[in-house]
């Protein structure tokens, strides 16, 4: 049986893939309300298909406790923040998880990590934890590092068929936690070292921010020279070696705008670019407010309360609000003791805003100003109801017009 440890955005759909695919599987959480919520047959967030891999998973078998099993396969998917201050990772999660599981676990057993870590936590906090249990407890355990590589809004579909890394010391660990990767993922399985795995999983995210803050820095250049930066990134793109990814409003989620810190954190000396690259995009929420400020005097809308933005999620299409730009922009017109601007978002109907509104057609009624920040399918099929407004589109996704203003 595979015990999955933390049943959020990774570990659930990880947990419901492994039961869909014949493995005895019980998923433990913490928090007695999201095993409440799964034992009564209802997920604790929307994500694509997933409603259909919950009812597999459910018909295989998948059981859910707040209890760590006695196993001999464990897979750890908690969270991995960092030290607002410090920017250092904030392991504690993952030690409070590998602590328990070492309590819990059979004589040899193997205890995956899954969740994002800056390169040297397990040789610094895991591993003394499962030497520990072989001088105290008597018991072999197996460390592995499979870092998970799934995109939000595309779970199922990438838990599947992306290519996956398992970091281990000890071989015959890696290729037993490969054949079960092996049971739902049809892509390549790469083994290597866990500190390999540590690294290439952080990079990767990093690597996109570094490219988005470039794209950032390219539509800061090219607003203040009148250019468009749509049309010059669709083209330089076209070179067969360049891939230049979207300017946008900032960077939010939980993994790009995080990891990255991880790296600063530890070699401060040696991160500059990276370093520069998080300014770059934790400047944008700052940076649309401004041009919030200067498209209200060029078209004479005096009243802030006139403003509203659309988008409260970090990415389009999901329920995620996780280190938004929108709440960040928020956030700054809080520091200013600025008004809060309106907001409204189709995928949100819980308050989490000052002046949120939860119906579409209210929320454009009282504003002349639409900053769109979030590329919802909604706002693209519902394009024609802002006619009226003047929009400023952080996502390019309307036709430029005297009426549309663009990052
Ligand atoms: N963004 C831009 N411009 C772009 C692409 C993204 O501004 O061209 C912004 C988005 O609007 C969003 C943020 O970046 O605010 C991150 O969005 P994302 O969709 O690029 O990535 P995440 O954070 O949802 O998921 C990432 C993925 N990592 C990579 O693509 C390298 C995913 O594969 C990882 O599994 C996940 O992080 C994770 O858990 O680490």
Redesign the pocket.
């Known amino acids: 049986m595979i015990n999955v440890i933390g049943l959020g955005?990774?570990g659930l759909p990880t947990a419901l893939m492994l039961a869909a695919n014949g493995n005895e599987v019980v998923g433990t959480d913490i928090l007695q309300k999201t095993v409440e919520n799964l034992q009564q047959g209802k997920l604790t967030f929307e994500e694509k298909n997933l409603d259909t891999l919950f009812k597999k998973a459910v018909d295989n078998g998948i059981q859910f406790s707040t209890n760590y099993q006695e196993t001999d396969m464990y897979i750890i998917t908690v969270p991995t923040p960092y030290d607002l201050k410090t920017k250092k990772i904030d392991p504690s999660y993952v030690i409070e998880a590998v602590k328990t599981t070492v309590q819990n676990a059979k004589n040899n057993s193997i205890i995956v990590v899954e969740s994002?870590v800056s390169p040297g936590t397990h040789d610094k906090f895991v591993k003394p934890i499962i030497h520990d249990a072989q001088k105290i407890l008597g018991k072999t355990l197996h460390l592995v590092h499979a870092?998970?590589?799934?995109?939000?809004?595309n779970m199922v579909y990438?838990l599947e068929h992306?290519s996956r890394t398992i970091g281990a010391d000890d071989i015959e660990a890696a290729n037993k936690v490969k054949k079960l990767y092996e049971t739902f993922c049809k892509g390549e399985i790469v083994v290597t070292d866990i500190r390999s795995a540590e690294m290439s999983?952080v990079i990767?995210?990093t690597?996109?921010d570094v490219?988005?803050a470039f794209?950032?820095e390219l539509a800061k250049i090219a607003s203040y020279n009148d250019m468009d930066v749509y049309e010059i990134i669709r083209i330089a793109n076209k070179h067969p070696r360049v891939n230049i990814?979207?300017?946008?409003?900032?960077?939010?989620?939980?993994?790009?705008?995080v990891?990255p810190w991880f790296l600063v954190g530890d070699f401060p000396e040696l991160t500059k670019l990276i370093k520069i690259s998080r300014d770059i995009?934790d400047s944008m929420p700052t940076y649309v407010l401004k041009k919030i400020h200067d498209i209200m005097k060029e078209k004479q809308i005096s009243d802030i309360s006139r403003v509203g933005l659309y988008g409260l999620t970090?990415?389009?299409n999901?329920d995620d609000v996780r280190?938004?730009?929108t709440l960040q922009l928020l956030e700054k017109q809080r520091e200013h003791l600025a008004p809060e601007l309106k907001v409204f978002d189709p995928y949100i109907s819980k308050k989490i805003a000052e002046n949120q509104y939860f119906n579409f057609e209210e929320f454009l009624k009282d504003i002349d100003l639409v900053v769109i920040m979030?590329a919802h399918e909604h706002i693209k099929q519902n394009k024609e109801l802002l006619n009226e407004k003047v929009i400023f589109d952080t996502q390019n996704i309307f036709e430029n017009s005297e009426k549309v203003y663009k990052l």
Request: aromatic content about 6%.
């Open positions: 955005y990774i994002t870092p998970e590589r799934i995109l939000p809004g990438e992306n999983k990767e995210n690597f996109r490219n988005i794209a950032n990814l979207n300017p946008g409003p900032g960077v939010g989620g939980h993994c790009i705008s990891d995009n970090y990415k389009p999901v280190e938004s730009p979030v």
